[in-house]
């Protein structure tokens, strides 16, 4: 059974970091497109970054680009987020997705995404 589980939320400081990671479990193929998609309080799901697993591509949303890096650990079977210069816009309950099996680099729509993890919140305080 494919399951995601997010950790490392918080409550930090505007300007602070954190490092968000996506555990994988019960991947039996290499190829997958994991997103991270954020969901603040009366506001749309927005999807921040992508990894594709099978060409290296990684996308950035323009509000996060130069302050977050999407990684991933395969010995770990896990995908990180880090976080920095977090400001209180970043505010909101953060969800790891996957597209999976695919390899053919990282799908938009929230609606392509097969699993979904049960949320981490992250709150930035100004």
């Known amino acids: 059974e494919v399951q995601l589980a997010e950790s490392g939320g918080g409550s930090v400081q505007a300007g602070g970091s954190l490092r968000l990671s996506c555990a994988l479990s019960g991947f039996t193929f290499d190829d997958y497109a994991i997103r991270w998609f954020r969901q603040a309080p009366g506001k749309e799901r927005e999807g921040v970054s992508c990894?594709?697993?099978?060409?290296?591509?990684?996308y950035y949303a323009d509000s996060v680009k130069g302050r977050f890096t999407i990684s991933s650990d395969s010995a770990k079977n896990t995908v990180y987020l880090q976080m920095n210069s977090l400001k209180a816009e970043d505010t909101g309950v953060y969800y790891c997705a996957a597209r999976y099996p695919y390899a053919s680099g990282c799908p938009e729509m929230s609606e392509l995404y097969d699993y979904w993890g049960q949320g981490t919140q992250v709150t930035v305080a100004s």
């Open positions: 990894l594709s697993s099978s060409d290296g591509t990684k």
